[in-house]
């Protein structure tokens, strides 16, 4: 059964999935997630998905841990042989330890998902070379998925609905993970490269929202002269 590795704040604490193992990093006796964050990405990921998930808790009482922490639980998940690692979150520096986690990781055939930030500076472990760059995106639904191809990010994902819990590039990640996870399941012995294929021609939107629009205004300027 396909392996789907969550490093987040932990549990929910009720679920309907299959649990394979749950670690804490944070140093506290509990993998109950405390701040929701993880009980939104986790509910997204495993949501109607035939899989195992491993959850890593590396946030406690806020969303700030040592990139040591994340390494520590890449570097568990990849013990745990999983197929799958989502990272809703970014760092803002380059840090040789997590780095190198995530080098391993790959080196072991484990597709990395990292939230990226649609406009700005680069993070990390998501601008790292090899890692599916995952962002929210405002024109996707539920199970629907864009092929950004930008500069920051590659896929855009439902981004959750603000005021009624997270929301945003962490949420889209995890809904980009749920695509790829479902497509795993469909398709076990394909690698990460024709697994990205497949998600660009199942795509219901190409390239970013600020690009549809000058778009829309060139043809809007065009039909204004005709």
């Known amino acids: 059964m396909l392996k789907v590795g969550i ?3 932990g549990l929910p604490t009720s679920y309907g999935f299959s649990l394979l193992a749950a670690r804490d990093f944070t140093g506290a006796s509990s993998t109950t997630d405390q701040l929701g964050h993880g009980t939104a990405v986790t509910n997204i990921i495993s949501n109607n998905l035939s899989a195992d998930i491993v959850s890593a808790r590396v946030f406690y009482d806020k969303l700030v841990c040592t990139p040591s922490q994340i390494a520590d639980a890449i570097q568990w998940l990849i013990s745990m042989k999983v197929d799958i690692i989502n990272m809703s979150f970014g760092l803002r520096n380059d840090r040789s330890v997590l780095r ?4 391993q990781a790959l080196a072991s055939n484990i597709i990395l998902v990292a939230a990226a930030p649609s406009q700005g500076e680069p993070v990390y472990p998501s601008n790292y070379g090899g890692i599916i760059r995952a962002t ?3 024109r996707c639904k539920q199970g629907e998925i864009s092929w950004l191809n930008s500069q920051q990010t590659d896929f855009g994902g439902y981004s959750g609905t ?3 819990g997270p929301a945003g590039a962490s949420i889209g990640c995890a809904s980009v993970t749920a695509c790829i996870s479902q497509l795993k399941v469909q398709h076990p012995h394909d690698n990460q490269h024709a697994l990205m294929e497949t998600l660009i021609q199942q795509s219901s939107y190409q390239g970013t929202q600020r690009k ?4 829309y205004l060139l043809w809007k300027i065009k039909s204004i002269q005709k």
Request: charge should be negative; hydrophobic fraction near 35%.
């Open 7 to 9: 490093i987040d704040s």
């Open 100 to 103: 190198d986690a995530c080098e």
């Open 136 to 138: 929210g995106d405002a």
């Open 162 to 164: 603000p005021h009624f």
């Open 212 to 215: 549809n629009l000058a778009r």
